[in-house]
């Protein structure tokens, strides 16, 4: 009998990415494609949103649907109902895995905690809450508009309608100490979430901090070593209360890992639903990276005339890059076979064997995966590989 091979992308799975483009406020530290607005058209964005879903599924209908990722922006802005009809418009198009999946990012806010029954009553199983710090003064700094006592009150209101719960934390922030940033992880592992998002804090150009620190007035950050120290630390304490890092900068407990992001680091296909959203689609035996048209209104004036996104075919060598790309942050490393059979060519041994005796990389059989050590420094490890 003869077997049927598995397409490649088969390997990570397949979810979709649904953007949600508004906040309430634009963070000064944030690259994202989020938007402030006063006023907003629910009808109009949910009745676009159904028909761009009925675009893709008609590219992908039968495919098994791992998971399905509500980002943004703010997406618990978006009213349960059209939560709601998204999902159950997914459900025309793929059969969901057993155990899909579906998280929809919050801010601790009181206002959209509020919200929270209505999203697990429309089918959200999982929700991510952008907390970023356990300090009053900070959260000012970084231009949130909750504070610690509504961070933690979200955080048990979640729980209570929720199996699984993460929160993100930013760290190396202006003027914190490595002690002031060990008593914070502290009392984060206190609040006893099943995974953590721990980042340290990095300056983009076009965001408002990236302004400041082009002009020398965004003072007090901390160096690289002491960012360094920051960084062990960190995964000293996460592991020590079984949330090992099963990536670079996210911690869970064992089964608890975001599965969505799993099929990114994965190197699966993810369809990208809204303003900005990227995705991977891999559609007549070619890989495709698309983009969508990235301001709100331009987005949805394109998604009623069905020319929504650019579209690009990725070369195997491409291909081949950004699997190692993704896949070296996390544990389960990559396969070389898998990485050879994508770009044409095998990595060079001799590199290979260069960085595992520097102790950067474990080669395991077919699998090669970043050390703690190797993570440190993931740049440039893959820039010697790929190069």
């Not at 806010?109 to 952008?130: D, H, K, P, Q, T």
Request: aromatic content about 8%; overall charge negative; proline content about 3%.
């Amino acid at each position: 009998m003869q077997v049927a091979l598995l397409a490649d992308w088969q390997h990570g799975g397949f979810g979709l990415y649904i953007h949600w483009p508004f906040c309430a406020a634009k963070c000064p530290y944030c690259d994202f494609n989020s938007h402030v607005s006063s006023r907003i058209d629910h009808a109009a964005w949910r009745e676009a949103y159904l028909r761009e879903i009925a675009r893709i599924g008609a590219e992908t209908e039968g495919r098994v649907l791992n998971s399905v990722y509500f980002g943004g922006g703010t997406p618990s802005l978006m009213e349960p109902d059209t939560v709601a009809a998204i999902l159950a418009e997914i459900g025309l198009y793929w059969p969901k895995a057993n155990d899909i999946e579906i998280t929809l990012e919050a801010n601790p806010s009181s206002v959209e905690a509020r919200r929270f029954a209505g999203y697990a009553e429309a089918g959200v199983n999982r929700v991510s809450l952008g907390i970023q710090s356990l300090r009053d003064d900070d959260l000012r700094a970084l231009g949130r508009l909750h504070d610690v006592a509504q961070a933690k009150t979200a955080i048990a209101v979640a729980k209570s309608h929720f199996n699984r719960v993460s929160f993100d934390l930013i760290y190396a922030r202006q003027h914190q100490t490595f002690d002031a940033w060990r008593e914070e992880l502290d009392e984060a592992l206190e609040l006893s979430a099943d995974h953590l998002s721990l980042y340290q804090l990095t300056i983009e150009p076009g965001t408002a901090f990236g302004d400041r620190y082009a002009v020398g007035k965004l003072s007090g950050l901390p160096d690289d070593d002491l960012g360094a120290d920051m960084y062990e630390l960190t995964q000293e304490m996460t592991s020590s209360v079984g949330l090992s890092a099963y990536e670079v900068s996210n911690h869970a407990e064992k089964g608890s890992e975001s599965r969505h992001n799993l099929i990114y680091w994965r190197y699966g296909d993810y369809a990208g639903i809204g303003p900005g959203a990227h995705g991977r689609l891999t559609l007549d035996g070619q890989k495709l990276a698309t983009v969508a048209s990235t301001m709100p209104s331009s987005w949805l004036m394109k998604q009623a005339e069905g020319s929504v996104e650019s579209r690009e075919v990725i070369s195997g060598a491409e291909q081949a890059s950004e699997y190692l790309m993704m896949g070296l942050r996390i544990n389960d490393g990559i396969s070389l076979e898998r990485f050879e059979a994508l770009g044409g060519i095998a990595l060079d041994h001799t590199k290979l064997h260069g960085l595992a005796q520097e102790e950067l990389i474990m080669i395991r059989g077919d699998r090669i995966r970043a050390t703690q050590r190797g993570r440190m420094v993931l740049n440039a490890v893959i820039r010697e590989l790929i190069v």
